[in-house]
């Protein structure tokens, strides 16, 4: 007890008589212009922390655009390369039907030939069979 009327007893300090005089000369002004300057802190921090948020908004879309962009391109080299392959395939039936249609073109010749000669069963059977070997 004896501690806290010391305390209240204790003289001002200069801190506290300077703060004295700054309250009686700038008194309201001074208070309004701490109250306008947290006010604007404040509406800083709030504005800071939309704008952090917005940017790592911005940075997902970013990531998701690049992945985006990377499924799409797999995706396109792979109808690139599915078409390419069919149309090797189609290039190669086109090559094949040529050589059939050359081969066919000789076997009805010389079938025309062997049926002058008159031994038509025996030497279509092996053309047949040379032709599927």
Sequence with gaps: MAAEKKIATTP?????EIARV??????THMREYERRFR???DELKRQKDILDELWERVDTLE?????NHRHVLQE?????D???TRLQKRIEDLEEMTV???TLGDLLIEL?????????TESLQELLDQHES
């Excluded at 001002?12 to 506290?16: N, V, Y």
């Excluded at 700054?22 to 008194?27: A, K, S, T």
């Excluded at 025309?112 to 038509?120: C, D, N, P, T, Y």
């Design 76 to 80: 396109l080299r792979k109808q690139i």
């Design 100 to 102: 059939a249609e050359e």
């Design 12 to 16: 001002p300090t200069q801190a506290d």
């Design 112 to 120: 025309g030939s062997r049926i002058k000669g008159g031994a038509v």
């Design 82 to 84: 599915q078409l390419y």
């Design 22 to 27: 700054r309250d009686i000369l700038f008194g």
């Design 39 to 41: 006010n604007i802190e």
């Design 63 to 67: 990531a998701k655009v690049e992945q």
